[in-house]
Nanobody, 127 residues
């Protein structure tokens, strides 16, 4: 019932910033917890950040803490990922994901907990 479309990726120099957007369409967007994952070439898709359905709870992978900020605007059906101080190791395809049901513990790091995925947007950090 939900379609996700990411945008905002591109080529940026180390130390630069990008803001990714995930536009959602479908029913009851505000009831979905949302996350960002990323996948670099030859690597497994990894968790980046999570935000609860109401926006009151967020979590980040250790690798991006202090540099990335997740937010959501339910009125606009959009989730954002502000990425600052970008590093070459941030290079990856970034995916938006939506989970219908709230779970207990650190479930948000598990790929199989999400019901919907976008097609991804490429981020390249290089000089």
């Amino acid at each position: 019932q939900v379609q996700l479309v990411e945008s905002g990726g591109g080529l940026v120099q180390p130390g630069g910033s990008l803001r990714l957007s995930c536009a959602a369409s479908g029913r009851t967007f505000s009831n979905y917890a949302m996350s960002w994952f990323r996948q670099a070439p030859g690597k497994e898709r990894e968790f980046v950040s999570y935000i609860s359905w109401g926006g009151g709870i967020s979590h980040y992978a250790d690798s991006v803490k202090g540099r990335f900020t997740i937010s959501r605007d339910n009125a606009e059906n959009t989730v954002y990922l502000q990425m600052n101080s970008l590093k070459p190791e941030d290079t990856a395809v970034y995916y938006c994901a939506a989970a219908v049901v709230r779970y207990l513990g650190s479930w948000y790091e598990e790929r199989n907990r999400y019901n919907y995925w976008g097609q991804g947007t490429q981020v390249i950090v290089s000089s």
